[in-house]
């Protein structure tokens, strides 16, 4: 279950990271409610997530580190920005860090 949560954590962030770019600088209002709105979300998950005993390290491992690949890839497709290779290594790098983390041992 804490990890459905934590699932839940990542689309929060991913929107409100998203939004966050939409809103120009906190200039569209619409937008910046969805940015506030999905920061609280994202927080309120995460630490219901860590409640169920996952392991601050690893959930937060995890958090970040899927939203971050999910917000690059975002970018890339949606948002007009640009990929290259050392953009692509650093995020494998990330991901697999985070695999590592979860391979030692990351919730009960």
Do not use: C, P
Not at 10 to 37: M, N, P, Q, R, Y
């Amino acid at each position: 279950m804490a990890w459905l949560i934590l699932a839940g954590a990542i689309l929060a962030e991913v929107l409100a990271t998203t939004a966050l770019k939409l809103s120009d600088g906190f200039a569209h209002k619409g937008w910046t409610i969805v940015v506030v709105a999905g920061y609280i979300a994202a927080f309120v998950l995460l630490a219901r997530a860590l409640k169920l005993q996952m392991e601050v390290g690893t959930a937060y491992a995890v958090w970040a580190g899927a939203g971050t690949a999910v917000i690059a890839a975002i970018g890339v497709l949606f948002l007009g920005e640009t990929i290259n290779l050392a953009k692509v290594v650093g995020i494998a790098l990330i991901i697999g860090g985070v695999m590592v983390l979860n391979l030692a041992g990351g919730a009960h």
